[in-house]
T-cell receptor, first 113, second 114 residues
Framework: ELKVEQNPLFLSMQEGKNYTIYCNYS?????LYWYRQDPGKSLESLFV?????AVKQEGRLMASLDTKARLSTLHITAAVHDLSATYFC?????????????FGKGTKLTVNP | GAGVSQTPSNKVTEKGKYVELRCDPI?????LYWYRQSLGQGPEFLIY????????DSGLPNDRFFAVRPEGSVSTLKIQRTERGDSAVYLC????????????FGEGSRLTVL
């Protein structure tokens, strides 16, 4: 059974600081996704990582994937308040004709002025 | 519409009642998923449709839960004899690109069972 673990689960940081969120998973997968969720809202797709060594950047966020280590990171550079949200990683679990994503518990990020 | 549409957005019901939640995916998306999200948790997979058929229903918690997609577009999640533990946000997602597997989520239906 595929397990996805994120850490930290809660992160409070000051504006202007840098930090990294980690996502580990337990079985082989080549595809990993990062989503953002604002309170009471649905999930917004941030990054799609499709191969080992993939790196994608959008604004102050950068995501990477190491399939050998079964690890993805979401790096935040010079945080701003607007980045406050919950961030989920999700791992593709395609097996026997079924395709689904298995999500981590999420990292609740609060960026303080 | 441009995105995944779910109705109702909120549903309050009493224990033991029957509930239907509807999902209208993005036009042309052949894959449709139902997930359930409890407070403070990540979404948990319930069922996956490819076209009209349920390709994987392994996430449905028990036989009180059932979902259909008769014409390969709109899907309905049906919950019989609701229990308080069924309270959660039910999210629907659709996908059209098997190369990326990226899911596009609706706003969800918040179910509260009193």
């Amino acid at each position: 059974e595929l397990k996805v673990e994120q850490n930290p689960l809660f992160l409070s940081m000051q504006e202007g600081k840098n930090y990294t969120i980690y996502c580990n998973y337990s079985t082989t997968s080549d595809r990993l996704y990062w989503y953002r969720q604002d309170p009471g809202k649905s999930l917004e797709s941030l990054f799609v990582l499709l191969s080992n060594g993939a790196v994608k950047q959008e604004g102050r966020l950068m995501a990477s994937l190491d399939t050998k280590a079964r690890l993805s990171t979401l790096h935040i550079t010079a945080a701003v308040h607007d980045l406050s949200a919950t961030y989920f990683c999700a791992v593709d679990h395609t097996q026997g004709g079924s395709e689904k994503l298995v999500f981590g518990k999420g990292t609740k990020l609060t960026v303080n002025p | 519409g441009a995105g995944v549409s779910q109705t109702p957005s909120n549903k309050v019901t009493e224990k033991g009642k029957y509930v239907e939640l509807r999902c209208d995916p993005i036009s042309g998306h052949t894959a449709l998923y139902w997930y359930r999200q409890s407070l403070g948790q990540g979404p948990e997979f319930l069922i996956y449709f490819q076209g009209t058929g349920a390709a994987d229903d392994s996430g449905l918690p028990n036989d009180r839960f059932f979902a259909v997609r008769p014409e390969g577009s709109v899907s309905t999640l049906k919950i019989q004899r609701t229990e308080r533990g069924d309270s959660a946000v039910y999210l629907c997602a659709s996908s059209h690109n098997p190369d990326t597997g990226e899911l596009f989520f609706g706003e969800g239906s918040r179910l509260t069972v009193l």
